[in-house]
């Protein structure tokens, strides 16, 4: 029995949350029609509202409200520009995207070029580059603090990474004796990366899981109805009539041929 | 001699994947419905962001950038809760926007929901900006003139007009910005176009996936702290002492994390006997 509390919106989204969970779930059988419903909705939804925020959010509120009630009618030249882009789809007038693509080529390069050297090249630099061992009034010191990523015993393996996996990419010189040595401990450091990698995206696969199970078994409750319970058991009777047609058309295929 | 084609190796490497499906589910599965609450340790990363909010001062100005959408949702939203519990805890004023279209309903209902919760008011105590294209233009416009990119805020309130807003004018008057990011644009954009160019504290969260492409930055002290998937937001949650969705989920996670290195484990240890049988078989 449904809870009087509950909204209609909140229990309509809780049966279609769980029957379109439970229809991509079922791609882990085999590819089925429930699978591709629920993906074509996924795709169609997601475009649409798209398309709607960006309408609202662009040509209403950043140009229509603007142009219209302030009098802003300069914004009619990022306007006409955004419209060229457009004219790709008639032939007559395609070089009029252009004009629009070498703006949008050159604001991004423009902007791209600099910042991306400042962070991604010269701050990175920097932080490779670190003393590999600490200077202080006493003397010279060295920290071998293995979870302090500052310590001069982790920036001693940063730099036998860095060098040792650019080494690896260098391909002019032949990888033999000391070469070899190098550019196999960069192996040795690009599959720890890769193993880290792997792992974290395993962690992110399995909370995506626990996320809808979560959901699954939240809309399990009296209060919204059981979609969970109904919807898997409708599901698995689909499904199961499918796989029974699939099978059928398939021996009178072949009892044709024969 | 040849090896049969019954014999367990070739069975279990040619097991139908249908049974390891099931598995998986049946390991994430019973912990969620027979929690045992194993222990949560905190990383410093996680740690450092929450310190950083702790340390700011009543009234500060907290930006949550949440630039991820609903495919996300089991890993950045519980991210999302937290940062804004502790952030309206702490009176901070609270500048909600996406740079991603698809969340811009999500991030919304997060924002409005905690608030209310927490009894604090739009335009007084938070304000969610929504969504503008151009992701790291919007940055940079944002570092320049916060106005202008968003005259109004996501239910078309004046900015001006928001007390929330009153002496924010640019990301230079931002005491402390976090970006939860799913892919691009996320946390390299709020780096790149906006740390680095107009210098305010920043810090990140992110799906597990993203993560070890973050450290690089986060070792190099371009972003204060980071919250890495589910896994971060336990984390945080447990700094906060307020058990949420992710807490709920470590159970979960580490058993099928358990039952993945199993699997890897015997994979490997069949496949290393019929590499042997093999070599057995053809030196017969």
Same mark, same amino acid.
């Given at each position: 029995?449904?809870?009087?509390?509950?909204?209609?919106?909140?229990?309509?989204?809780?049966?279609?949350?769980?029957?379109?969970?439970?229809?991509?779930?079922?791609?882990?059988?085999?590819?089925? %029609?429930?699978?591709?419903?629920?993906?074509?909705?996924?795709?169609?939804?997601?475009?649409? *509202?798209?398309?709607?925020?960006?309408? *609202?959010?662009?040509?209403?509120?950043?140009?229509?409200?603007?142009?219209?009630?302030?009098?802003?009618?300069?914004?009619?030249?990022?306007?006409?520009?955004?419209?060229?882009?457009?004219?790709?789809?008639? %032939?007559?007038?395609?070089?009029?995207?252009?004009?629009?693509?070498?703006?949008?080529?050159?604001?991004?390069?423009?902007?791209?070029? %600099?910042?991306?050297?400042?962070?991604?090249?010269?701050?990175?630099?920097?932080?490779?580059?670190? %003393?590999?061992?600490?200077?202080?009034?006493?003397?010279?010191?060295?920290?071998? +603090?293995?979870?302090?990523?500052?310590? +001069?015993?982790?920036?001693?393996?940063?730099?036998?990474?860095?060098?040792?996996?650019?080494?690896?990419?260098?391909? !002019?010189?032949?990888?033999?004796?000391?070469?070899?040595?190098?550019?196999?401990?960069?192996?040795?450091?690009?599959?720890?990366?890769?193993?880290?990698?792997?792992? *974290?995206?395993?962690?992110?696969?399995?909370?995506?899981?626990?996320?809808?199970?979560? +959901?699954?078994?939240?809309?399990?409750?009296?209060?919204?109805?059981?979609?969970?319970?109904?919807?898997?058991?409708?599901?698995?009777?689909?499904?199961? *009539?499918?796989?029974?047609?699939?099978?059928?058309?398939?021996? !009178?295929?072949?009892?044709?041929?024969? | 001699?040849?090896?049969?084609?019954?014999?367990?190796?070739?069975?279990?490497?040619?097991? &139908?994947?249908?049974?390891?499906?099931?598995?998986?589910?049946?390991?994430?599965?019973?912990?969620? $419905?027979?929690?045992?609450?194993?222990?949560? #340790?905190?990383?410093?990363?996680?740690?450092? #962001?929450?310190?950083?909010?702790?340390?700011?001062?009543?009234?500060?100005?907290? $930006?949550?950038?949440?630039?991820?959408?609903?495919?996300?949702?089991?890993?950045?939203?519980?991210?999302?809760?937290?940062? $804004?519990?502790?952030?309206?805890?702490?009176?901070?004023?609270?500048?909600?926007?996406?740079?991603?279209?698809?969340?811009? =309903?999500?991030?919304?209902?997060?924002?409005?929901?905690?608030?209310?919760?927490?009894?604090?008011?739009?335009?007084?105590?938070?304000?969610?900006?929504?969504?503008?294209?151009?992701?790291?233009?919007?940055?940079?416009?944002?570092?320049?003139? /916060?106005?202008?990119?968003?005259?109004? &805020?996501?239910? =078309?309130?004046?900015? &001006?007009?928001?007390?929330?807003?009153?002496?924010? @004018?640019?990301?230079?008057?931002?005491?402390?910005?976090?970006?939860?990011?799913?892919?691009?644009?996320?946390?390299?954009?709020?780096?790149?176009?906006? @740390?680095?160019?107009?210098?305010?504290?920043? =810090?990140?969260?992110?799906?597990?996936?993203?993560?070890?492409?973050?450290?690089?930055?986060?070792?190099?002290?371009?972003?204060? =702290?980071?919250?890495?998937?589910?896994?971060?937001?336990?984390?945080?949650?447990?700094? /906060?002492?307020?058990?949420?969705?992710?807490?709920?989920?470590?159970?979960?996670?580490?058993?099928?994390?358990? #039952?993945?290195?199993? $699997?890897?484990?015997?994979?490997? #240890?069949?496949?290393?006997?019929?590499?042997?049988?093999?070599?057995?078989?053809?030196?017969?």
């Amino acid at each position: 029995m449904l809870a009087d509390g509950l909204p209609l919106d909140v229990l309509i989204g809780a049966w279609v949350a769980t029957g379109l969970t439970l229809f991509i779930y079922t791609f882990l059988y085999r590819d089925n %029609p429930l699978f591709k419903l629920g993906e074509h909705l996924y795709v169609g939804i997601s475009v649409g *509202y798209s398309i709607v925020i960006t309408v *609202y959010a662009v040509g209403v509120k950043l140009l229509w409200i603007p142009m219209v009630e302030k009098g802003q009618w300069q914004l009619l030249i990022p306007a006409l520009l955004g419209l060229m882009i457009s004219a790709r789809f008639f %032939p007559r007038i395609a070089w009029l995207a252009r004009i629009s693509f070498a703006f949008v080529v050159g604001f991004g390069a423009g902007t791209i070029i %600099p910042r991306l050297i400042s962070s991604n090249v010269l701050s990175q630099l920097e932080d490779t580059i670190s %003393p590999l061992v600490t200077m202080t009034a006493s003397g010279l010191t060295y920290t071998m +603090d293995f979870l302090d990523p500052k310590s +001069d015993i982790n920036n001693f393996i940063t730099l036998i990474g860095v060098v040792s996996v650019l080494f690896y990419f260098f391909f !002019s010189v032949e990888h033999r004796g000391v070469g070899q040595a190098i550019a196999r401990t960069g192996i040795m450091f690009l599959m720890i990366a890769f193993g880290a990698a792997f792992g *974290y995206t395993v962690m992110s696969r399995m909370s995506l899981l626990i996320g809808r199970f979560d +959901d699954l078994i939240m809309f399990s409750g009296a209060e919204y109805g059981r979609p969970t319970f109904v919807l898997l058991a409708l599901t698995v009777v689909v499904l199961a *009539y499918w796989v029974y047609r699939e099978k059928q058309a398939f021996r !009178s295929t072949v009892e044709e041929k024969s | 001699m040849k090896p049969s084609n019954h014999s367990i190796v070739s069975m279990m490497l040619t097991i &139908d994947r249908r049974y390891i499906f099931v598995l998986i589910a049946l390991a994430t599965l019973i912990p969620l $419905l027979n929690p045992i609450n194993l222990p949560i #340790v905190i990383s410093p990363e996680v740690r450092a #962001v929450y310190d950083h909010m702790e340390s700011l001062p009543e009234g500060a100005v907290f $930006l949550l950038s949440m630039d991820f959408d609903p495919a996300s949702k089991p890993e950045v939203y519980p991210q999302a809760i937290s940062l $804004l519990r502790h952030a309206f805890k702490k009176n901070m004023k609270v500048i909600g926007m996406t740079l991603v279209v698809t969340g811009t =309903g999500m991030a919304e209902e997060v924002i409005a929901t905690v608030a209310e919760d927490m009894g604090k008011i739009n335009g007084i105590d938070y304000t969610f900006l929504g969504w503008r294209p151009g992701a790291s233009a919007v940055i940079l416009s944002m570092g320049q003139d /916060l106005a202008g990119t968003f005259p109004q &805020d996501h239910y =078309g309130t004046p900015i &001006d007009e928001l007390f929330v807003m009153e002496h924010v @004018k640019t990301l230079r008057d931002v005491d402390y910005a976090v970006s939860l990011a799913a892919g691009f644009p996320g946390i390299d954009e709020w780096y790149i176009y906006g @740390k680095d160019k107009y210098q305010f504290e920043l =810090g990140g969260g992110s799906t597990a996936v993203m993560a070890p492409g973050l450290y690089p930055r986060l070792r190099g002290g371009q972003i204060n =702290g980071l919250i890495g998937g589910l896994r971060g937001a336990a984390e945080y949650e447990k700094l /906060l002492d307020q058990s949420g969705k992710a807490m709920a989920g470590m159970d979960a996670q580490s058993a099928t994390h358990f #039952v993945i290195i199993v $699997l890897v484990i015997l994979c490997n #240890v069949f496949y290393a006997i019929s590499r042997q049988q093999k070599r057995g078989w053809r030196r017969t």
